[in-house]
Structure formats: C-alpha cells, structure tokens
C-alpha cells in the first residue's frame, strides 16, 4: 500500500510549489505463484479507470520504484504560475521624463531623475519651435544645453508672433547675432528658481520680486490672483502660463509674450 501523497508549499516569491511523494511500500504478495517464476513488473499497474494527469485529482506518484519517466504536465497546466502584477510588467510605454509644455511639472519624490536638458525640451515641443529656431540662429543650444542649471522663461510660439511683423526675421540674421543673444539671455536666470520660490521673493518682497538675468537685466515679478507676472525694462508685461516643467539642467517656465530688454 501506498503512502498519501503530500503536497509542501514554498514561499510565494518564488511562484512555483513541489509536489512530493513518499516513497512506496513494496507490497507483500505471498510466495511466488508456481506457474510462473518471472517478477511481477516493478511499477504500478493503472487501473483501467485511470485518468491523465491534471484531470485526475489523484496525481501519479512520481517516486514510486521503477517508474524513471519524469511526469509532464500537459500544454495549458504549467508547472509555474504566471507571476504576480507588477513583478516583471513591462514598464510603461512613454518618456516618463521629458514633460510636455502643456502640464506642469511635479516633485513626486519616487520617480526618476529627467534627464532633458532645457535645449532638449524646446526641440521636442512644438509649441517652442520658434524658440528653437532663434536659440540655434544665436549660437546658444550648447549653454542652455550646458550643466546649469538655469531657469528659463520661455515664449512659446504665440509669444513671438506678438511681435511686429519682421522683427524675429530681422533679429535671425547674422548681423544682428548679438542682439538676438541679448534678447534671448533676458529670458534666463541662473539656478533652478520654482515658481513655489518665485512667489516666496514676492510675498517677502511686499508683492514684488527682482530677478536678475544672465544678460544682467533684471525682471520684476508680481502676483495677479494665482499667476506670477513679469515686467521688463520696457515695461512690457508677460504672464507664465505653464510652470516647472523640469530639465536635467534647470527649468522651464512658458510665457505668453516676449520680454524685452
């Protein structure tokens, strides 16, 4: 007779679990029959009721003496459980790290490290394509794709059709590079500057703050309700329209009109 199969569970991480048998008991059958001096088979005869493994509760016992074929679960009963949600799950599909001009970005402490720099940021944006086009026609990809890190109050294309007809066509040619740089400088500050830090200066400063750009210009900046607003030199006004969209190298603030030195 044999032992009852035994069925010893493993931890949970690993998926899988063991199934075991004792070894069987060789059964006593009395002296050998005088008709036939051959052995009886070493194996376990099936009974004509027998059913395959995985349908039959009574799984084939894989010890029993003489029996060498492994037992093979068939296709559709694996031998290990599919793995838990989230245990190798692909991930996302998305740049996770480059966020969009359209969204604000966000401290969520767990999540990874951007690694778009702010030059990165205006080229994948359409809505900075005009920017783009002005930053590379002044030679300044390379510092605003530099280490920083800078905060940059970018115009979105809106903000440069502002202007009057012909300026940024005129600014774009070569002869006019320098003026083009300083134009562009006045939108960008040194360090990564927040607008949680910006309204911080404001309120210390009684409602005003003074940002000192890297051409050496500074902007004024006010509160109008929940929106941070900048006064240039002409006393030219622009609101920030999407704040803290995060770079490898700083940050990236849009606005709605160009600034002006």
């Not at 059964?27 to 052995?39: F, I, K, M, N, R």
């Not at 979105?156 to 590079?177: H, R, S, Y």
Request: charged share 15%; proline share 13%.
């Amino acid at each position: 007779m044999r032992k009852a199969l035994t069925l010893r569970a493993v931890p949970a991480a690993l998926g899988i679990a063991i199934l075991g048998a004792a070894p069987a008991v060789a059964q006593d059958s009395g002296p050998a029959s005088p008709q036939s001096e051959v052995p009886p088979p070493p194996g376990p005869t099936p009974s004509p009721d027998s059913k395959p493994y995985g349908n039959d509760p009574r799984p084939t016992d894989p010890g029993a003496p003489g029996d060498t074929t492994p037992s093979t679960p068939p296709a559709g009963d694996p031998a290990t459980p599919p793995p838990a949600p989230g245990d190798g799950a692909s991930p996302p599909t998305g740049d996770t790290t480059t966020a969009s001009p359209s969204s604000t970005g966000t401290d969520s402490g767990a999540a990874a490290q951007p690694t778009a720099t702010i030059i990165d940021i205006a080229v994948a944006n359409a809505a900075f394509s005009t920017l783009t086009k002005a930053v590379q026609a002044a030679d300044l990809a390379g510092p605003l794709g530099g280490t920083g890190p800078f905060t940059i109050f970018a115009p979105t294309n809106d903000a440069f059709a502002k202007l009057p007809d012909g300026t940024l066509d005129t600014l774009t040619k070569p002869e006019n590079k320098a003026a083009l740089t300083s134009l562009l400088s006045y939108h960008v500050v040194s360090g990564a500057v927040t607008s949680a830090d910006i309204a911080k200066q404001i309120q210390a400063g009684g409602g005003k703050a003074t940002l000192t750009t890297v051409s050496g210009g500074t902007l004024t900046a006010s509160m109008d309700g929940n929106d941070v607003v900048l006064t240039d030199a002409k006393g030219g006004k622009s609101r920030v329209v999407v704040t803290d969209v995060k770079a490898s190298n700083g940050i990236v603030h849009a606005v709605d009109t160009v600034v002006m030195p």
